[in-house]
């Protein structure tokens, strides 16, 4: 079984300007997170979907941050524009179904913003 | 509010030795409990999980947990620790209704040979 893709797995960027992740969840998986991992922290969830609606976005910025999964299948995380404080590790993580299940992740895309 | 503590940030032990990783949590409702390991520049991957029933849970790669609800921990250990287990170790809570994980800070935990 495929796991959760990401790409790009690297991204440095200057201030002030956009960037985009990718990600496609194990196949089957209703349910799709992105979390933000700040070196030397546990990742903190940004933004969960259940198929193509929004579960939990409390925590996304979203004035500068933008997620969708138009089709319920694969899902894109925007900033724009970036700021020093957004390098960090994007992961995307996939569930079968919300509430009591484990969720499986993908390999996490490093942002770097200089 | 819900939050996971982990109090060790850095570990080190020699090659054979015994591990334990210490993990509180407070969460309102019954939790469910989970260790992930990273290794540089890789994703987490599923150590153990604990949902219900049996507080003591076996993983993979030789690890354990106990849950203590007295004591609102999930401490990880294993037996005899092998130089590949080198890693960051993450306790998450997950709520209930949504599966939202709540992470520690996550301990590193280094192995000297």
């Known amino acids: 079984e495929a796991g959760v893709a990401q790409s790009p797995r690297y991204k440095i960027i200057e201030k002030r300007q956009s960037v985009a992740f990718w990600c496609n969840p194990i196949?089957?998986?209703?349910?799709l997170y992105w979390y933000q991992q700040i070196l030397g922290q546990g990742p903190k969830l940004l933004i969960q979907?259940?198929?193509?609606?929004?579960?939990?976005d409390s925590q996304l910025p979203k004035d500068r941050f933008s997620a969708e999964r138009l089709k319920g299948v694969d899902s894109t995380l925007k900033i724009q524009p970036a700021k020093l404080e957004d390098s960090a590790v994007y992961l995307c993580?996939?569930?079968?179904?919300?509430?009591?299940?484990?969720?499986?992740f993908g390999q996490g895309t490093r942002l770097t913003v200089v | 509010a819900q939050s996971v503590t982990q109090p060790d940030i850095h570990i080190t032990v020699s090659e054979g030795a015994s591990l334990e990783l210490r993990c509180n949590y407070s969460?309102?409702?019954?939790?469910?409990l989970f260790w992930y390991v990273q290794s540089p520049g890789q994703g987490l991957q599923l150590l153990l999980k604990?949902?219900?029933?049996?507080?003591l849970v076996q993983g993979i790669k030789g690890f354990e947990a106990e849950f203590k609800r007295s004591q609102s921990s999930f401490n990880l250990r294993k037996p005899s620790v092998h130089w590949s287990d080198a890693a960051e170790y993450f306790c998450?809570?997950?709520?209930?209704?949504?599966?939202?994980?709540?992470f520690g800070q996550g301990t590193t935990l280094q192995v000297k040979p």
């Open positions: 998450a809570v997950g709520a209930s209704n949504t599966g939202k994980l709540i």
């Open positions: 993580a996939s569930s079968l179904m919300t509430g009591r299940t484990e969720a499986f």
């Open positions: 196949s089957g998986h209703a349910t």
């Open positions: 969460y309102g409702a019954t939790p469910y």
């Open positions: 979907f259940q198929n193509n609606g929004v579960v939990d």
């Open positions: 604990y949902f219900s029933g049996d507080t």
